[in-house]
Each structure stands twice: as C-alpha cells, then as structure tokens.
C-alpha cells in the first residue's frame, strides 16, 4: 500500500508512532504540498493524509485511481467530499478526538 503524507505529523505525542503505524502498513511518501499539487499526486496512492488546508473536492477524488482511504489530520471533515468519497466505496477518517486534551488545558 502507498500512503501519501500531505502534513508533516510533528505532534511529539503522537506524530512518531503514527508514523510507524503507517510504515507498518505500507509505503509512506511525506511531501508537503498544494491542494493542487495534490490533485496531480494522488494518482499513485492507495491513501492520502491530508490537513484542513486541503480541499479534497470530488475533482481529486476521481484522479485517485488506486485511493482506498482519505485521512485528515483534523477533527473536522467539512473540507472533505465525504458523501462523494464514501460513494466509490473510499473510507473518510478523521483525527476525531485530537484536540481534546489541548482544548481542555
């Protein structure tokens, strides 16, 4: 599997081990990079892990040929088409939960 890293995870809790989870898993490419740059990108990829800067529009879903998942290193998936990416069978995954213990300090 090919995952593309669109956002550094440099979060010191939990940016090592989702690294090596991924790693785990497949192939990680760590390229930060334009929501246009994206669109070119994504082709070769199983998943990509965006952040909320990206707009993952039905345009770069469909140039995702091989995409299986879209994660985002957010909470929030409003800059995401989900209904769209859920509609050929693509799984949307967020960082739902992240923030809690930031926002509670």
Same mark, same amino acid.
């Given at each position: 599997?090919?995952?593309?890293?669109?956002?550094?995870?440099?979060?010191?809790?939990?940016?090592?081990?989702?690294?090596?989870?991924?790693?785990?898993?497949?192939? =990680?490419? !760590?390229?930060?990079?334009? *929501?246009?740059?994206?669109? /070119? &990108?994504? $082709?070769?990829?199983?998943?990509?892990? =965006?952040? !909320?800067?990206?707009?993952? *529009?039905?345009?770069?879903? /469909? &140039?995702? $040929?091989?995409?299986?998942?879209?994660?985002?290193?957010?909470?929030?998936?409003?800059?995401?088409?989900?209904?769209? &990416?859920?509609?050929?069978?693509?799984?949307?995954?967020?960082?739902?939960?992240?923030?809690?213990?930031?926002?509670?300090?």
């Amino acid at each position: 599997m090919r995952i593309l890293v669109t956002v550094p995870l440099v979060d010191p809790d939990v940016g090592p081990q989702a690294m090596k989870m991924l790693s785990e898993v497949g192939e =990680v490419d !760590v390229r930060p990079m334009t *929501t246009e740059q994206l669109r /070119d &990108a994504i $082709r070769d990829y199983d998943a990509v892990i =965006v952040s !909320v800067w990206h707009r993952v *529009t039905k345009d770069i879903i /469909d &140039a995702g $040929r091989n995409l299986k998942v879209i994660g985002t290193a957010s909470v929030g998936t409003d800059h995401i088409d989900v209904e769209y &990416a859920e509609s050929k069978g693509i799984k949307v995954v967020s960082a739902a939960g992240a923030s809690t213990y930031s926002v509670a300090n």
